[in-house]
């Protein structure tokens, strides 16, 4: 029997999944949370965590899923989303499958099963996503991106590489520039640097 645990905003969510699930006899939703913070604070020992990717906590996606593999659980995301930016930071933090939210009891039950197994639940279209490499930054852009997108505000990031506070803000328009360019555009910058690594040098 593989026990999964449910990690969604909607309450409305888990009692869905089990109607989904209804017809398989190796899975069975043993815990339900809205928060991660509430879901470890349970101590529940689950084979699988389903996590919605944006959580009404704003906790970040990427944090969440390695806050959960530390549990030695594997990661399934579901999510309405599909862009690269959340695929490729939710994978790369530890997530084993990322699937669009939808009704489709056997794909949602094979890739439960797939995860706890050990191996990957992607679709075609979604690994081709996270194979794409993202838009290519100078040494300089990635040196302002990592800075300022793991906390240091404008004039912090100026002072530790010795730039105006001008000349940061014309890097990051560039990086947004870049962004835009592949169809792919930025509300929130910070949420780039899971896209680029390892950490830049002189960072």
Same mark, same amino acid.
């Given at each position: 029997?593989?026990?999964?645990?449910?990690?969604?905003?909607?309450?409305?969510?888990?009692?869905?999944?089990?109607?989904?699930?209804?017809?398989?006899?190796?899975?069975?939703?043993?815990?339900?949370?809205?928060?991660?913070?509430?879901?470890?604070? +349970? &101590? @529940?020992? *689950?084979?699988? #965590?389903?996590? =919605?990717?944006?959580?009404?906590?704003? $906790?970040?996606? %990427?944090?969440?899923?390695?806050?959960?593999?530390?549990?030695? +659980? &594997? @990661?399934? *995301?579901?999510? #309405?989303?599909? =862009?690269?930016?959340?695929?490729?930071? $939710?994978?790369? %933090?530890?997530?084993?499958?990322?699937?669009?939210?939808?009704?489709? &009891?056997?794909?949602?039950?094979?890739?439960?099963?797939?995860?706890?197994?050990?191996?990957?639940?992607?679709?075609?279209?979604?690994?081709?996503?996270?194979?794409?490499?993202?838009?290519?930054?100078?040494?300089?852009?990635?040196?302002?991106?990592?800075?300022?997108?793991?906390?240091?505000?404008?004039?912090?990031?100026?002072?530790?590489?010795?730039?105006?506070?001008?000349?940061?803000?014309?890097?990051?328009?560039?990086?947004?520039?870049?962004?835009?360019?592949?169809?792919?555009?930025?509300?929130?910058?910070?949420?780039?640097?899971?896209?680029?690594?390892?950490?830049?040098?002189?960072?």
């Amino acid at each position: 029997m593989i026990h999964i645990a449910v990690i969604d905003n909607d309450k409305l969510v888990p009692a869905g999944l089990r109607a989904l699930l209804a017809g398989t006899e190796d899975i069975t939703i043993v815990h339900t949370a809205t928060s991660v913070g509430d879901h470890l604070a +349970a &101590a @529940v020992s *689950v084979d699988v #965590v389903l996590l =919605d990717l944006q959580l009404e906590d704003d $906790t970040n996606p %990427a944090d969440n899923v390695a806050a959960l593999r530390a549990t030695g +659980a &594997a @990661v399934l *995301v579901i999510s #309405v989303h599909g =862009d690269r930016r959340h695929v490729r930071a $939710t994978i790369r %933090a530890g997530a084993d499958g990322y699937l669009i939210k939808d009704d489709d &009891a056997d794909k949602l039950a094979d890739a439960i099963r797939a995860v706890h197994s050990g191996h990957r639940a992607l679709t075609t279209e979604l690994m081709t996503l996270i194979n794409d490499d993202p838009p290519e930054l100078s040494p300089q852009e990635l040196q302002v991106l990592y800075l300022y997108g793991t906390g240091s505000t404008l004039a912090a990031t100026a002072r530790r590489l010795g730039l105006a506070i001008p000349t940061v803000r014309s890097y990051l328009d560039r990086i947004r520039a870049k962004w835009a360019a592949t169809a792919e555009p930025i509300d929130d910058i910070r949420t780039l640097v899971h896209e680029y690594q390892p950490r830049p040098p002189g960072c």
